[in-house]
């Protein structure tokens, strides 16, 4: 069960990595290169987490994925590990064999200047989402994903992740702050939170490679397979 954290609280994320993979090939390179469940991105608006692992099975980052569009996805990474992500995408996303592109028409862009990243959570932050919405005329200009559990960078539900575009961040911001009673909080304040709830996991964060298997992210593998890293774990 969740510890509930009394409050309110609002941190920017806009410091993490959110690409953009769209295109007719989107769905099998997600597939391809992420470790997390697939069932959840089956629908638009579905969220799921997992790893981006090297082909030996060495961890590259936690991601959260979200399916924007029939053919298109966010993906969203730890700051730490935006620019080795993409790479690491990048060079996937190219990959060609005698038929041609590997994955077909699939398109990876950098978002992470376009779109602000806001994590809100707390025993009373459904209030102040609600009133964001209100004042948004009852839809907010933001793709949104609510947590109704603690989960891999969200030390406590209720708590929703938005996804921003940065002309709208601004005043987003402005109206939140009109409430004495929201917390603002800073990126090192939650990744102590995270700590506390056993919802963060310091070697990804290291310089050397991580093991998933080793460092407790078993649970972001599905058994299935199918992705970059499964064979090599499966020896």
Sequence with gaps: MDTAIE????CDLSGCGVFRISGS?????????????LEPLASLGGFSQGLLLTGQAEAIDLVDVMRT??????????PDN??????????????????????GDVSL???????????????TISRNFEQLTEAAGGAL???????????????????YLLFVPRAFAAQ?????LQDPELNVEYPEELERRLDEAGQHCA???????????ECGLGAYLRPEGGFVGAAALAR
């Design 141 to 159: 200009p933001a793709l949104v994903h609510e947590f109704d559990a603690a989960c891999y960078g969200v030390p406590a539900a209720p708590a």
């Design 25 to 37: 090939g989107a769905a099998r390179f997600v597939s391809t290169m992420f470790s997390g469940a």
């Design 7 to 10: 409050g309110s609280y609002v």
């Design 82 to 103: 935006g620019q080795e992500a993409f790479e690491w995408l990048s060079a996937h996303s190219e990959l060609t064999d005698d038929d041609g592109p590997v994955f």
């Design 203 to 213: 070697a990804l964060h290291d310089a050397a490679y991580a093991n998933p298997l």
């Design 172 to 176: 987003m911001g402005e109206f939140l």
């Design 109 to 123: 862009e950098d978002d992470s200047e376009k779109m602000a990243v806001l994590l809100m959570y707390g025993s």
């Design 69 to 78: 569009g029939d053919d298109e996805y966010l993906m969203m990474t730890s």
